[in-house]
């Protein structure tokens, strides 16, 4: 099967664009993704309201932006899917266009309240930080369910890329730490190891719109030092158990450098008894999601957070993916 023309043109404008994340510094990377947004835009075609909040972390505040399904008679509380956003640890806001769009148009196909999570970047603020921020704000919509409409007893964490990272890492914790009760997980082609020698990275490592020097890049702003590297809050696939994880979609892209580590995540959960779909969606970069060509995709994910939805509201625990 081959690519589509949309993929196509997609890839051919990252292989013969000038403008290089790997040799930029933060403040003309993070230009770089603004200037981005508006290229790479389109419309969810969804009604749904949303709003912004503060709330506070240790050591400072995060801002959330929540959003509900607009209109009609809601037949309870609603389930709570919490977003986190991809951009490498160092760029990406809940305001961008992309996250923003897909937000709108999960919490309306999906039928659920959409919690996007903005977590404090690196370099600025480097790793634990935004697992920190991450987790303290799983742990603020729990706690705050009733005041959105939520139901936390359905509560799910996804994100892509540095955001499927995220989303391990705070599955890790909530489980280490005895917090908040996840019902579902969906790591979207994760950043899941501190390496680069994946066949995958060696398929894909450049010229597929995330090229190799671009995760170096990434990593070197995110971690204090190479040790922070073997922590599985940092490479959820280091962790040394993965039992009592939540359920888990993982999501991965067959252009995508970091496909192999994301279902070697996937695995992991597996072989631990967790019940777990991988889900390689052939022939796209990473990042499809959020990409206009990736309508099909989008509604699948959608599709597939209503069932555990459902599954979870009949049983009180999501049935196997």
Known sequence: MKTSPEVEKYLDSARTSARHLSQMDVAEGRQLQRDLESEYAWDPGVDVDSRDVTIPVEGGSIPLRIYS?????????????????????VL?????LDCD????????????????????LAPEHKFPVAAEDCYAALDWV????????GDSDRLAVGGESAGGNLTAAVCLMARDRKGPAVSFQVPMYPVADFRFDSGSYRLYGRGYGLDKEDMEWFWRHYLRNDEDGSNPYASPVRAADFRGLPPALVV??????????????????????????????????HGVLSL?????????LAAELRRV?????????????
């Open 252 to 285: 991965t892209a067959g252009l995508d450098p970091l496909r192999d580590e994301g279902e070697l995540y996937g695995e992991k959960l597996r072989a631990a008894g967790v019940p777990t779909r991988v889900w390689r969606i052939e022939n796209v970069p």
């Open 92 to 96: 990406g806001w809940v305001d961008s």
């Open 142 to 149: 729990v706690k705050n369910a009733a005041t959105l409409d």
């Open 309 to 321: 939805f459902i599954s979870a509201s009949a049983s009180g625990v999501p049935q196997r993916p």
């Open 292 to 300: 206009p060509f990736g309508g099909e995709e989008r509604r699948e």
């Open 101 to 120: 769009a897909l937000c709108r148009y999960l919490s309306a196909e999906a039928t659920c309240v959409v919690v996007s999570v903005g977590y404090r």
């Open 69 to 89: 399904p607009s209109g009609g008679d809601k037949d309870g509380p609603l389930p709570i899917f919490v977003y986190i956003h991809g951009g490498g640890w």
